[in-house]
């Protein structure tokens, strides 16, 4: 199957799965079900379930085993979104040009939303019935895993370090790494490790892949930063030029725009590496390092 | 030991805990880390944990398992109260007489010390190394049903039943019930199921003590709403009338006093009831069901 062919095959998975997951209907709370559902069915581009996807096929995983750790994955990427754009965080009323979950549920469902996603991806990471091979040691380590990435020491972290800088002059690119490595590096290192435990990597394969992970989580953020400077505004679907215009520290604001898109492809070119000892196997994911470096969206 | 002096025990335990479980100091994100431990360590009754730590002593588990769980879920119920205080949901300022967690770091930072408890409590609960006797598999299942208990068909079901009720004049006892039984009586309902799956219980235990914990959270907010009417507020630490002046429907409101009083008593005797089956060693938890229908606070 050619990468097109393939990555639609596993959006299509992925849109399928987490169109039925919340289906709870005639209950005195289904505006919390709701407000879930509108925004994990918002669409996106799928980065970290496709991710966990395609590493379970290299390694001859159960892809239903990496589908629970997909979605659940997915899940807390998208409270992560709800909360960040709540009048508190972000403020923002748009987002991929739809209403965001609080503009169109309230505030306070939103909140209430994004904790729901949060605890459902725990509910369903530790239903071991749900899985085909993992034992619960495995699964264990999965949750442990995914809970570190998405707690203070990873993403949570970042959003901290984020807000505490905003407006800062002082950033310097090491507090900007430091900043990305949790933000959004956290979320997309386990997404390949978690799937990679599910299926029975050994120490020298996590090792490798998370290389890769760190690699392509960095340069997938700074060819956003990129994208905020020279993108298309209809095709990203956003005004560009908001990051200078909010004297947000990027890594083209601290590197320049040449540098930065040399940084970009230099850890690209990392991460295609980091995956040499997989052989022919690692053909889909070192293509889609390609296409989140050349992306225009 | 006598009732007092083991709930003070019990309590050390607990805040001891408490007091060390988030030492993270040189990072970047202290903030929130800061904001975590002011929210855990601003005390409260403890009711969660120490129900987790009972139930382990009666029936003879491994005591440093149990604190596991019971740390975990009081960071569970710690989120909901900073999430609940927001100004998008109840917008309160003070909590137990001292400003609440966004009156003290801001909005952001509050919202996202209650991402990181709730996220922290599943890191916490999924460290097999943290226990002593538990297997991986009984792991999974205290997890599965504090997740449920603190989702979208517990705890955060109650708050969405809660929130879409305000100020309605139609609330039924059947759907008072409904909300309190998720909003309130899910996480004590996990402190005791958790607890008891951890110590080995068979199902007919487990059966019993859910009865108990049932039957005991009801109580416990009955009692709640009695003492907003006829409370001292210096020994509450806050203004009594507030259910009445906001329109809230209570069990007082729906039933009057006496018959709340009534009722509150009834669960109570069905609570103590219910641990008939375990003899002797329930003595401690037959006084605290009594202990909370005598509060004063």
């Known amino acids: 199957m050619d990468f097109e062919r393939k990555i639609k095959?596993?959006?299509?998975?992925?849109?399928?799965y987490l169109s039925e997951v919340f289906q709870e209907k005639d209950c005195l709370q289904k505006s919390v079900y709701d407000?879930?559902?509108?925004?994990?069915?918002?669409?996106g581009k799928r980065i970290r379930p496709v991710l966990a996807l395609a590493v379970c096929d290299?390694?001859?995983?159960?892809?239903?085993?990496?589908?629970?750790?997909?979605?659940?994955?997915?899940?807390?990427?998208?409270?992560?979104l709800i909360h960040d754009d709540l009048p508190c965080m972000d403020n923002d009323d748009l987002r991929r040009g739809m209403p965001t979950c609080h503009k169109k549920f309230g505030e306070a469902t939103a909140l209430l939303a994004g904790d729901g996603l949060l605890t459902f991806a725990f509910e369903h990471l530790a239903d071991l019935k749900g899985y085909k091979c993992c034992s619960p040691g495995a699964v264990l380590n999965i949750i442990s895993d995914i809970a570190k990435s998405a707690g203070c020491a990873g993403m949570i972290g970042g959003q901290v370090v984020d807000l505490e800088n905003e407006g800062s002059a002082d950033i310097t690119e090491k507090i900007l790494t430091y900043m990305h490595n949790r933000?959004?590096?956290?979320?997309?290192?386990?997404s390949v490790l978690a799937s990679a435990i599910a299926a029975g990597a050994?120490?020298?394969?996590?090792?490798?892949?998370?290389?890769?992970?760190?690699?392509?989580?960095?340069?997938?953020q700074i060819q956003d930063d990129?994208?905020?400077?020279?993108?298309?505004?209809?095709?990203?679907?956003?005004?560009?030029?908001?990051d200078a215009e909010n004297e947000k520290t990027t890594y083209v604001?601290?590197?320049?725009?040449?540098?930065?898109?040399?940084?970009?492809?230099?850890?690209?070119?990392?991460?295609v590496s980091a995956l040499e000892g997989f052989g022919d196997k690692a053909e889909f994911l070192r293509e889609l390092a390609d296409y989140l470096l050349t992306r225009n969206k």
Do not use: W
Request: positive net charge.
């Open 226 to 242: 990129i994208l905020d400077c020279i993108g298309d505004e209809k095709t990203l679907g956003k005004p560009i030029g908001s």
């Open 202 to 220: 050994d120490d020298r394969q996590k090792k490798a892949l998370t290389q890769f992970a760190d690699a392509l989580g960095l340069a997938f």
């Open 35 to 43: 407000a879930m559902n509108y925004s994990v069915q918002a669409g």
């Open 183 to 190: 933000k959004t590096g956290a979320l997309i290192r386990t």
């Open 58 to 80: 290299m390694l001859g995983g159960d892809i239903n085993d990496a589908m629970r750790i997909a979605v659940s994955i997915e899940c807390i990427h998208t409270y992560s």
């Open 9 to 16: 095959y596993y959006h299509d998975m992925i849109n399928k």
């Open 253 to 271: 604001t601290l590197l320049g725009l040449k540098a930065a898109m040399g940084k970009s492809k230099n850890l690209t070119n990392q991460a």
